[in-house]
Structures are given as structure tokens and as C-alpha cells.
T-cell receptor, first 114, second 109 residues
Framework: DVKVTQSSRYLVKRTGEKVFLECVQD?????MFWYRQDPGLGLRLIYF???????EKGDIPEGYSVSREKKERFSLILESASTNQTSMYLC?????????????FGPGTRLTVL | RKEVEQDPGPFNVPEGATVAFNCTYS??????FFWYRQDCRKEPKLLMS???SGNEDGRFTAQLNRASQYISLLIRDSKLSDSATYLC??????????FGTGTSLTVIP
């Protein structure tokens, strides 16, 4: 059974803090993704990675960075958290392929920035 | 224009009813199509992939119309446990997935 875990379910941070969100998958997937989900906007892709040390910007990368030093781990970093980054953050992983592959999601981290 | 558009609902239906959701996508180069289910405060989970010829999984039937660029999900004999948000997902060549905002379904006893 595929398992994607995220370091925290709930997180409260203050404006200006540096925030690390960790994601680990145990299925040896090449692809990993970070999304944020907001009411009325759906899931929006922040960054994705298709290999170790590789990363690609998604639709809303501003204010975020990522790190993929090991295949199983993909970190999302908020360099200086702002209130508009309060959101649900979802990590996902998948095998690469022609697009028929399934994405498996972690349970999400609900981040509140005060 | 959004990549994927869905009617947000909510759809409130009685148990046993049949309900259908549609979703349109804007890019004709889209290659793969999925329906995901998301329960309240939980992560999305794959419900079913959508194939060109249409496909069925128990009470769920998915259809794809490439000419009109829409996909549909039909749920027959609705159960209380079907209450959730249903996300339409589209993938173009490459690794990017595009999600609709979801359609909310509540099945009423």
C-alpha cells in the first residue's frame, strides 16, 4: 500500500518565519508534487520534482522553494511566511509515465500564518 | 480560462438516486483524465481513471468526450457514503496534473 506522509497535520507560524514542510513517500516514485488547496480555487501546483535534485515551477511558485535531496523526500520551504500563505498544503507522488499514472496524496498540512 | 471547470454544486440527492457530474477542460492536448474523491478535511483519493471508450466500476460510470472536451461521472443508487467532493483531474503530456475545484455531493437519508 502506497504511503505518503507529511511532517505535520496542523502548523501555526508567525509572519516572517521560515517554514519547512516535509513529505516522504515509500513507493520509490520518481515524481513528487506540492499543492496548496484553498476554498473556491481547488488544488494549485506550487512545485514538482521528477528526480532527485530536479525541480520545476508549478503555477504559483512565488514565495516558495523546494528541496529534493533524496528520492523519497520532497520538502517545501516558505522562506518568509506571510498571511496569504495560510492554506492546506498537500504533497503527492506518482510514477512517471504517459500520464496514466495515479497521484497518491499525503494527509495534508493545514498551515496558519498569523 | 481555467484548465478544468466543474460545477461546484452542492448536489443534494436522496439515497438511491442517480446523479451526474460534468467537467470541461480547455486544452485539447490533454491526454489523461481522472475522477478523484475528497472527503471533508482529508486528502484526495483516486476514484477512477477515465478512458476514451468510457468505463464502469460498480455504481460509477465515467465518460470522456474529446470532441466537446468534457468528462462525466455518473453515480447510480447513491449511498450515504458517497457524500464527498468529486474532483475532475486532467493531465497533459508531461507530469502536470490540473484539478477542478470540485463538485460537492451530499446524499440524504
Amino acid at each position: 500500500d502506497v504511503k505518503v506522509t507529511q511532517s505535520s497535520r496542523y502548523l501555526v507560524k508567525r509572519t516572517g518565519e521560515k517554514v519547512f514542510l516535509e513529505c516522504v513517500q515509500d513507493m520509490d516514485h520518481e515524481n513528487m508534487f506540492w499543492y496548496r488547496q484553498d476554498p473556491g480555487l481547488g488544488l494549485r501546483l506550487i512545485y514538482f520534482s521528477y528526480d532527485v535534485k530536479m525541480k520545476e515551477k508549478g503555477d504559483i511558485p512565488e514565495g516558495y522553494s523546494v528541496s529534493r535531496e533524496k528520492k523519497e523526500r520532497f520538502s517545501l520551504i516558505l522562506e518568509s511566511a506571510s498571511t496569504n500563505q495560510t492554506s492546506m498544503y498537500l504533497c503527492a507522488s506518482s510514477f512517471p509515465g504517459t500520464g496514466t499514472d495515479t497521484q497518491y496524496f499525503g494527509p495534508g498540512t493545514r498551515l496558519t500564518v498569523l | 480560462r481555467k484548465e478544468v471547470e466543474q460545477d461546484p454544486g452542492p448536489f443534494n440527492v436522496p439515497e438511491g438516486a442517480t446523479v451526474a457530474f460534468n467537467c470541461t477542460y480547455s486544452n485539447s492536448a490533454s491526454q489523461s483524465f481522472f475522477w478523484y474523491r475528497q472527503d471533508c478535511r482529508k486528502e484526495p483519493k483516486l476514484l477512477m481513471s477515465v478512458y476514451s471508450s468510457g468505463n464502469e466500476d460498480g455504481r460509477f460510470t465515467a465518460q470522456l468526450n474529446r470532441a466537446s472536451q468534457y468528462i462525466s461521472l455518473l453515480i447510480r443508487d447513491s449511498k450515504l457514503s458517497d457524500s464527498a467532493t468529486y474532483l475532475c483531474v486532467v493531465n497533459r503530456a508531461g507530469n502536470q496534473f490540473y484539478f477542478g475545484t470540485g463538485t460537492s455531493l451530499t446524499v440524504i437519508p
